[in-house]
């Protein structure tokens, strides 16, 4: 993953646009190169051929500058198919399960016991 670099020089004047905005993370995406068929499925697809064809594609991800971003996104949405930021869609499925999961247990809240203090 490639690190953002500290912007030195003036700050962008109000009103000019943003440049994250101009240029958002996809173009950026290493899979931009690569065939749209080696991330997403042909119908009736083989098991075989689809764990080679997935794991190609991780590949491809696993070089990319953008991967967090567009896993996120994949994960925002949800993206139903393909490889997304190196995660087929049964992977987002589960990614997804743990954070509903986590984010519906309770706080957990420190117990604080009586450490033999006589209080007085």
């Not at 994250?20 to 080696?38: I, V």
């Not at 991330?39 to 794991?55: D, I, V």
């Not at 393909?82 to 986590?102: S, Y």
Request: proline share 10%; glycine share 8%; aromatic share 4%.
């Amino acid at each position: 993953m490639i690190r953002a670099a500290a912007r030195s020089g003036p700050a962008r004047p109000v009103g000019s646009p943003d440049p994250s905005q101009e240029n958002p993370w996809h173009t950026l995406a290493a899979c931009r190169r690569d065939e749209a068929g080696l991330f997403f499925a042909p119908s009736k697809e083989p098991t075989a051929a689809r764990l080679a064809r997935e794991e190609h594609a991780k590949q491809v991800c696993g070089g990319c500058p953008v991967l967090l971003a567009c896993r996120e996104h994949a994960l925002a949405q949800p993206e139903p198919y393909g490889v997304w930021g190196g995660l087929t869609a049964a992977e987002r499925r589960v990614v997804l399960a743990r954070r509903r999961r986590r984010a519906a247990e309770p706080a957990l809240v420190p117990v604080q016991r009586d450490r033999g203090r006589i209080a007085g």
